[in-house]
C-alpha cells in the first residue's frame, strides 16, 4: 500500500477566480486554472491526515470524496489557512472522537481565540478538536508508517510551519525564508511542494524566481509549485518551467 498526497487547493488567498469573478491572467477555459484556497491531505489505508483547513475545504473533501479525517497540521494562523475548521465537524460526530490537531504555539493561541467551540464543550456543542504536542518528528504507526517534521519557515512578518513526510516530500505552502539550519532535511527529496505565488516578489510568499532557485539548490526529483495568484496560468507555466517542475492544480496527486 502507497502513502498518497493529494493537493486539496493549490491558489492563493484570494482564489482562482477570485469572489468577484476576476481571473487575472489565467485561462478561465482552462480547469487547472480553477484553483482553491491552500490545503493538502496524505492519505493511507487507514488514516487521513489534512494540512490546513482551507475556507474551501468542504468544497475540498467533497471533490475527493474524503470520508474520514484522523490528524489535523495547521501550518499558521492566517485565515485561508484555518477559516474552514468548522467543516470537520461532521467527522467528529462520524466517530464520536475529538481530532488531533498540531500547530505552533501561536497558531493555538489564534485558533482556540477565534473558534473556542471547536476546542471547548458547551451544553449544546461538544468540542471536536484536540490539540495534540508538535514534537520534533510526529509519527504514525499503522500499516504504513509515517513521521513528519515539522520546519519553523518564515513567512513574511510571521512564522509559518513546512512539513516533510517519511524524508521523502516537502509541503511548504506558505514561505518568504527557510533557514539555512533546515535545509539539510530539504536536499534531495522526491517531491518538493513550494510556495510560488506570483511572478514580481512578495513580502511573505516566493515568487517564481525564487522557487525557482530554491528548486535547484534543493534538486528534488520533482517540485510542484503551490499557493499561485491568478498572475500564473496553468498551461504558460508548463511552457516554460523547467522539466522537473510543474504547477499543482486542485486534486493532484502522488504516492509518496
Ligand atoms: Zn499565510
Known amino acids: ?12 488567498s484570494f482564489g482562482v ?17 480553477y484553483r ?15 494540512f490546513d483547513t482551507s475556507p474551501d475545504l468542504r468544497t475540498q ?6 470520508k474520514n479525517i484522523n490528524k489535523v497540521f495547521i501550518s499558521h494562523e492566517h485565515g485561508d489557512q484555518t477559516h474552514g ?22 497558531t493555538k493561541k489564534y485558533l482556540k481565540k477565534n473558534f473556542s467551540y471547536c476546542f471547548k464543550s458547551t451544553k449544546s ?17 499503522g500499516k504504513n508508517k509515517i513521521f513528519i517534521r515539522p520546519i519553523n519557515v518564515e513567512h513574511g512578518e510571521i512564522n509559518c510551519l513546512a512539513f516533510v513526510i517519511n524524508n521523502k516530500c516537502a509541503y511548504a505552502s506558505d514561505v518568504s525564508k527557510f533557514h539555512i539550519k533546515d535545509l539539510k532535511y530539504l536536499k534531495n527529496l522526491k517531491y518538493l511542494v513550494i510556495d510560488c505565488l506570483r511572478f514580481t516578489p512578495h513580502p511573505s510568499h516566493y515568487n517564481l524566481e525564487q522557487a525557482l532557485n ?10 510542484i509549485l503551490t499557493n ?12 516554460i518551467l523547467p522539466k522537473n517542475v510543474k504547477p499543482a492544480y486542485d486534486g493532484l496527486s502522488f504516492n509518496i
Not at 17 to 33: F, I, L, Q, T, V
Not at 61 to 66: A, D, I, K, N, T
Open 17 to 33: 477566480p477570485r469572489a468577484d469573478g476576476n481571473w487575472g491572467k489565467c485561462d478561465p477555459y482552462e480547469k487547472k486554472n
Open 214 to 223: 530554491l528548486i535547484e539548490k534543493l534538486k528534488p526529483k520533482k517540485a
Open 61 to 66: 473533501l467533497l471533490r475527493e470524496s474524503v
Open 36 to 50: 482553491t484556497r491552500c490545503s493538502a491531505m496524505l492519505s493511507t489505508t487507514n488514516m487521513n491526515i489534512l
Open 85 to 106: 475548521i468548522n467543516d470537520l465537524r461532521i467527522f467528529y460526530l462520524k466517530n464520536q472522537k475529538k481530532i488531533d490537531i498540531f500547530s505552533s504555539n501561536n
Open 1 to 12: 500500500m502507497t502513502i498518497k498526497f493529494t493537493i486539496m487547493g493549490c491558489g492563493s
Open 125 to 141: 456543542y461538544p468540542a471536536i478538536l484536540e490539540f495534540k504536542k508538535l514534537k520534533k518528528i510526529i509519527t504514525f504507526k
Open 228 to 239: 499561485m495568484h491568478s498572475d500564473l496560468d496553468y498551461n504558460y507555466l508548463l511552457k
